[in-house]
């Protein structure tokens, strides 16, 4: 897999000045920092997740900042249909008439067991999470994202979906999934240049999601999802233009 962003990638201050991003997890771990960062950056951005509370708490921050004004999605991507997809895509057309960046950070897991332990509630939720979610997103929102004279779509990733490993269980299948995905998108787009669609494994972050796989691990040893923030950066906004079906 190639490193990102080059060591010496500084981004400019607005660098994502007047594109619209569309996060999901954005309440916590790696969306909030994300959507803090692209929001700091000059984006507009949409805040998608299933906890009000945290997402309103983000959009404060950003207010607070005087960052340009975010906008809030709930939406709980474990029970979402095919109608609520395309009411956001609405809901965006209506609002901004074109997506520049879509960053799918939501992610579902619960523990790293073995194959035969894994409930099929917890195999449906995870699959419906961690992949059809990204997919029936990335599938309504399209039109949107092609409408953009420079877009990028970005999965998050995990080296637990790179590398079969005992115990990885769905989370594991989800995330090797979803690669093959983007990888699979970015070869029938490639004839539009103006979309790029990549993922990226930002390695060990302090969060919840953490947590749960490691409950021993002390917090202090994992560095904090801010760590991850300037290779988000660099994949959703110009400097990655070009650079498509690309695994970071
Ligand atoms: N942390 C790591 O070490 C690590 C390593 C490699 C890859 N990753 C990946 O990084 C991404 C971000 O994870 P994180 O570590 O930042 O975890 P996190 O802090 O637990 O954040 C996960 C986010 O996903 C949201 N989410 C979960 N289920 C949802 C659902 N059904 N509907 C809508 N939103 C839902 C959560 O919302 P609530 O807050 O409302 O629950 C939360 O905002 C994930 O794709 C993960 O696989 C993480």
């Not at 404060?60 to 609520?84: F, N, T, V």
């Not at 691990?217 to 990655?240: C, F, H, I, N, R």
Request: charged fraction near 20%; charge should be negative.
């Amino acid at each position: 897999m190639a490193a990102i962003p080059p060591a010496d990638y500084v981004p400019s201050p607005q660098l994502l000045a007047g594109r619209h991003i569309l996060i999901t997890g954005a309440g916590d771990g790696l969306g909030r920092a994300a959507a803090l960062a692209c929001a700091a950056h000059g984006a507009t951005v949409i805040l998608l997740g299933r906890t009000v509370r945290k997402l309103e708490a983000v959009y404060d921050e950003i207010e607070r900042a005087g960052y340009p004004q975010p906008a809030i999605y709930p939406l709980h991507l474990g029970g979402a249909s095919w109608k609520d997809y395309a009411d956001l895509a609405d809901a965006i057309e209506r609002e901004f008439g074109r997506l520049d960046g879509l960053l799918h950070c939501a992610a579902h897991f619960k523990a790293f067991m073995p194959m035969t332990d894994i409930d099929p509630q917890e195999w449906i939720e995870t699959l419906q999470v961690n992949l059809t979610a990204p997919f029936a997103l990335t599938r309504q929102l399209l039109p949107l994202l092609q409408a953009s004279a420079d877009a990028a779509v970005v999965f998050v990733a995990d080296r637990h979906g790179r590398k079969a490993h005992a115990y990885d269980g769905i989370y594991g299948i989800s995330k090797a999934a979803v690669e093959q995905m983007m990888r699979i998108w970015a070869q029938e787009l490639d004839s539009h240049p103006q979309l790029r669609l990549n993922s990226f494994d930002p390695g060990p972050l302090r969060t919840a999601l953490r947590l749960k796989g490691y409950p021993g691990e002390k917090p202090t040893q994992v560095p904090p999802p801010e760590t991850a923030v300037p290779a988000l950066l660099w994949l959703l906004g110009p400097d990655s233009r070009g650079i498509s079906g690309r695994a970071f």
